[in-house]
């Protein structure tokens, strides 16, 4: 199967940057679509960003401008630049693969999740 790892996570200060990497293991050929979110205590996951296999990033309001996806589709790794980070930012950070396949045209069938990485956003 698949499995995902996130990592980068850690304490900033605000203002400051991180990068956060997912890498995924296992029987992949290929993804349609890799994307990050986070959860902060008491509150929904939330969709930050996601980048589809030949398309454009997308990414949400909360942090258009301040983070950026992107992707090595040739090592199914999916990295999460974070710039100017803010208190409310704190939250353990998610990775998601979706559509993904392990041969030509053959899915799994199902979206695979990492297990986390925490970010604190604190002076």
């Known amino acids: 199967q698949v499995q995902l790892v996130e990592s980068g996570g850690g304490l900033v200060q605000p203002g400051g940057s991180l990068r956060l990497s997912c890498a995924a293991s296992?029987?992949?050929?290929?993804?349609?679509?890799m994307g990050w979110y986070r959860q902060a205590p008491g509150n929904e996951r939330e969709l930050l960003a996601e980048?589809?296999?030949?398309?454009?990033?997308r990414y949400a309001d909360s942090v258009k401008g301040r983070f950026t996806i992107s992707a090595d589709n040739a090592k199914n790794t999916v990295f999460l630049q974070m710039n100017s980070l803010k208190p409310e930012d704190t939250a353990v950070y998610y990775c998601?693969?979706?559509?993904?396949?392990?041969?030509?045209?053959?899915?799994?069938?199902?979206?695979?999740w990492g297990k986390g990485t925490l970010v604190t956003v604190s002076s």
């Open positions: 998601k693969m979706a559509g993904v396949m392990f041969a030509p045209g053959k899915y799994y069938g199902r979206d695979y």
């Open positions: 296992g029987n992949i050929f290929a993804s349609n679509i």
């Open positions: 980048v589809t296999n030949g398309g454009s990033p």
